[in-house]
């Protein structure tokens, strides 16, 4: 158990130095095709390399994922796929609200296979091919977990794991963060990073122009060829979920051994989960349960059958007797 600690921590640790190292990197530059700046339209209602769904709604200052009321969902999905295998994304968002302390549910940056595709987990599909950064405002009171609200979680999955929004997701999240980015009257931004099989996210909602780090997470694989996207979803509870910029920044270098591996194929994995997690687990319905009930069944058939039998035993010393005493 320690040494397994040691092993994350000292992961941790070389991906900061090599963070800091990669600070200094100078060829590190924003794909435009990847990216979203103002001003986005430039003919008509188009805005190049991207594509909306649901609610969404396009003004000159922002994205509006989802606006302030009820049930709405809406989605902004980049149309090229990606090449790049290391990579920063940079969002500025704003997510606000009339309510002070009911307001929800929040939303979630991909790195996805499959695009445009309206669901549950956030404005999009539950089951999904790739990562996924949820920046949750609303906690679930029956979620057994021990942070606080706004969160931000990473969740990688194969199409197999299903997010468990009455558990706010933590039976499925790699790491996560607490973070106050609500609500704020200065601006607000994620980054995620996602450099030789590790994601790092990092913050900058204390209008500090720094970067505080969220989490890092070693020993992810994630493929080339997928999609940014960011999508939200409002229920009882709303947000106006606005977007304002997404900057996308190839981190890969010519020199980079990594460069030549052909990482198109892989599938999604992670190795580390969050450990010890802090959530306590449902109990499991049990096998021996069905057997216990079989058990219980039989003893009550006999017991009946006994009585049945008893009484017709006594019934007939009854008439026995009844037939002596005449
Ligand atoms: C998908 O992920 C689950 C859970 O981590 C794992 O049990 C399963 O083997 C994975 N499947 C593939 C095809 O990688
Ligand atoms: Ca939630």
Request: proline fraction near 4%; charge should be negative; hydrophobic fraction near 35%.
């Amino acid at each position: 158990m320690y040494s397994r600690h040691f092993v994350i921590v000292a992961l941790v640790f070389l991906q900061i130095v090599d963070f800091i190292q990669g600070e200094w990197n100078t060829k590190d530059f924003m794909k435009r095709e990847h990216s979203l700046v103002r001003p986005y339209q430039t003919a008509g209602l188009q805005i190049p390399y991207w594509d909306f769904g649901g609610n969404t709604m396009v003004t000159n200052e922002y994205i509006r994922i989802t606006p302030d009321k009820q049930s709405m969902s809406g989605s902004l999905w980049n149309s090229v796929p990606v090449k790049a295998k290391n990579w920063e994304l940079q969002v500025q968002f704003k997510v606000h609200g009339k309510s002070g302390n009911l307001f929800g549910d929040g939303f979630a940056i991909w790195y996805a296979k499959d695009r445009m595709e309206d669901g549950p987990i956030f404005g999009s599909k539950n089951l999904f091919h790739g990562l996924a950064i949820i920046l949750d405002t609303y906690s679930n009171h029956n979620a057994a977990h021990n942070h606080q609200h706004p969160y931000i979680s990473a969740m990688v999955n194969n199409g197999t794991l299903n997010y468990d929004h009455d558990m706010d997701g933590t039976h499925t999240q790699l790491a996560g963060c607490e973070a106050k980015f609500r609500n704020l009257d200065h601006d607000t931004h994620v980054s995620i990073r996602y450099e030789k099989d590790t994601i790092t996210v990092m913050t900058d909602f204390d209008n500090k122009a720094a970067w505080k780090m969220c989490f890092t997470v070693p020993g992810v694989k994630l493929p080339t060829g997928y999609h940014f996207g960011i999508s939200a979803k409002t229920g009882q509870l709303s947000d106006n979920h606005d977007i304002h910029s997404i900057r996308l920044f190839e981190l890969d270098l010519p020199d980079d051994v990594q460069n030549q591996e052909d990482r198109s194929q892989i599938v999604p994995s992670a190795t580390f989960f969050e450990s010890p997690r802090d959530h306590v687990d449902d109990p499991k319905p049990s096998s021996l349960g069905g057997f216990k009930l079989f058990l219980l069944m039989l003893i009550g058939a006999l017991a009946i059958l006994a009585c049945v039998v008893i009484g017709i035993m006594f019934y007939q010393q009854q008439q026995q007797t009844r037939k002596r005493l005449y």
